[in-house]
């Protein structure tokens, strides 16, 4: 089966973009919770859960919202499978934490954040997707990680769509991109699921 | 394609050696010991490999018993995968220490050049690992796979745990009407995967079925319903093309927290799994997060292997709103099947299904 990228979205601190276009803007300059706090309010109807989570559930979830926003995506489905990956796991959280813990005030709600398969979860929960999904850890973003993750979900042919995640948050600059596998149509072959088609989208984006 | 699980390896309180496990199990021996935790300030059952043993030093002798069983070519062959499962990765200094930091540096160590694959997904990352390595050699895509799941327990563990008031002041007591919650213990657990007989021996298994699904419900609590476990279990046992009536023995999550447990007797039930033997090895090691999946998947092949079925140490009196058949001495009968199941936070589900060949 051949397989092609049929959308893209990447947000770091100052930009949120789909296939490499600006759709939102930090024009105020804001600190890296400040803006993803006002994505979330333009763009994501009112979910109060949002304002707990950790800056990777945010972002995830800012990231599939815009999906099912524009009607990419639906909810109620497991026909998905999710493929999340990071380079440094939970850290923000982790050194929040463990500072809770010093002040002899461990906290529950952080403790929680401190799986960063946490962040699938909350995509999973807002938007009622039961399929597969998979949380990594690995030194880059890289194709044959994501190619490989396919390959084994793939295996019995049960998945409408691959979401493709990365969501690395060091140090308060965040680099995440969101990218969706399908099979392939006439209507969507103009970028094949392939090592330098993927790696040219992240470089630009 | 025929995918075989072999060189089952076990490290834990209890000793080195999967065999050794299974025979000291089966005594009622345990990994888990009172200890007075000054960060918690109370006595509680952890499960503590000696306080040397570093996740570092942990992964490094895993990783050497492959080194002399399957030999570094064949782990370094770039048709074989290496898959590291863990929840926190042995991190304690966060601002200077990284999971794949401490896994590159051992593997540097042991001359080991093939990059692994880190699955963090809770407590089902175990099962996840086994069923991805199985998965990839079943396309082809690899010949062999290497799944090591491992977690020390460290005073940040045991905080979070207590924090959420999961842990239990006594020995767990999975699936009892008087439990009250999980102990944590020290693991490490492995197992090689191969399309080759040769290489997985006479007394392998084959991995048949094995998948994950979402309770998309809730984050750290489990689905009341068992919607994810159900829909994982289903998908599991039609990729293994196999019944419910052909499933000798359950090896169940088990944690022994009120809901957990309930939740899974719910799942079993919808797929009338009731008169299944089934059992939790929380009681022996606790609740060994990363390493858990592979612990139970590797006693549960031993149970194939032997025959026999192992007790679910401390059940006493059914406390699941669904009667399911829990283990309670250890008994000798044909295995020749069986079901793993995990559930873990984040609303994950993972289920595999092992069967024998001969």
Not at chain 2, 3 to 32: Q, R, T, W
Not at chain 2, 206 to 214: F, I, R
Request: aromatic letters at 8%; hydrophobic letters at 40%.
């Amino acid at each position: 089966m051949e397989l092609a990228i049929t959308t893209y979205l990447s947000l770091d601190n100052s930009t949120l973009k789909k296939d490499g276009e600006v759709i939102f803007e930090n024009s105020e300059n804001e600190t890296l919770l400040n803006f993803l706090k006002t994505i979330y309010k333009t763009r994501i109807g009112e979910y109060p859960k949002f304002h707990k989570m950790d800056v990777l559930s945010k972002v995830a979830t800012i990231l599939c919202s815009e999906l099912v926003e524009q009607k990419v995506l639906t909810q109620n489905t497991d026909q998905y499978a999710m493929i999340f990956a990071n380079a440094i796991s939970s850290k923000t959280v982790d050194k929040a934490f463990q500072a809770s813990i010093e002040n002899s005030n461990a906290s529950p709600s952080l403790f929680v954040y401190t799986l960063p398969n946490i962040c699938v979860g909350e995509v999973t929960i807002k938007n009622k997707w039961t399929g597969d999904s998979i949380f990594c850890i690995q030194e880059k973003f890289d194709f044959d990680f994501f190619n490989e993750q396919i390959i084994s979900m793939n295996i019995q042919q049960e998945n409408s769509h691959y979401i493709c995640a990365w969501i690395n948050d060091d140090n308060e600059k965040l680099d995440a991109f969101l990218f969706l596998v399908e099979a392939s149509s006439e209507k969507n072959l103009t970028l094949p699921f392939s090592k330098e088609s993927l790696i040219n989208i992240y470089n630009s984006k | 394609m025929l995918v075989y699980l072999s060189h089952e390896h076990i490290i834990s309180p209890l000793g080195k050696g999967s065999a050794v496990h299974f025979d000291e199990i089966k005594s009622n021996n345990i990994a888990l010991k009172l200890i007075d935790n000054k960060t918690l300030g109370k006595v509680i059952p952890v499960g503590k490999l000696p306080e040397n043993v570093t996740f570092n030093l942990l992964l490094t002798d895993l990783l050497s018993f492959y080194i002399d069983q399957i030999g570094l070519a064949t782990l370094n062959d770039t048709k074989t995968k290496l898959i590291i499962s863990t929840t926190k990765g042995g991190v304690e200094q966060f601002d200077t220490t990284s999971i794949l930091g401490n896994i590159n540096s051992v593997f540097d160590s042991l001359h080991i050049t093939n990059k692994a694959t880190v699955i963090s997904n809770a407590c089902v990352s175990g099962v996840m690992g086994i069923n991805l390595g199985s998965n990839l050699i079943r396309s082809g895509a690899y010949n062999h796979a290497l799944v090591i799941g491992l977690d020390i327990i460290t005073d940040f563990i045991l905080k979070g745990f207590d924090c959420l008031f999961a842990l239990s002041e006594s020995f767990c007591r999975p699936f009892d009407k008087d439990r009250k919650g999980i102990n944590l213990g020290d693991c490490g657990a492995g197992v090689f995967i191969s399309n080759d007989k040769k290489i997985a021996g006479d007394d392998s298994v084959l991995h048949t079925g094995g998948s994950s699904a979402n309770d998309a419900n809730h984050i750290s609590g489990p689905s009341r319903t068992g919607e994810g476990l159900y829909q994982s279990i289903s998908k599991s046992m039609k990729q293994a093309q196999i019944s419910a009536q052909e499933i000798d023995f359950i090896s169940a999550h088990g944690t022994a927290t009120l809901y957990n447990d309930e939740m899974e007797s719910i799942a079993l039930t919808r797929h009338h799994m009731n008169s299944i033997p089934l059992n939790s090895f929380k009681a022996y090691f606790g609740h060994t997060l990363g390493a858990a999946g592979v612990l139970e998947t590797n006693l549960s092949i031993l149970s194939m292997k032997r025959n026999q079925l192992i007790a679910s140490l401390n059940f006493e009196t059914q406390g699941t709103s669904e009667q399911i058949n829990v283990i309670t001495t250890n008994s000798s009968q044909q295995v020749n099947t069986v079901l793993k199941t995990s559930s873990g936070f984040g609303g994950i589900n993972s289920t595999l299904i092992v069967s024998k060949w001969n």
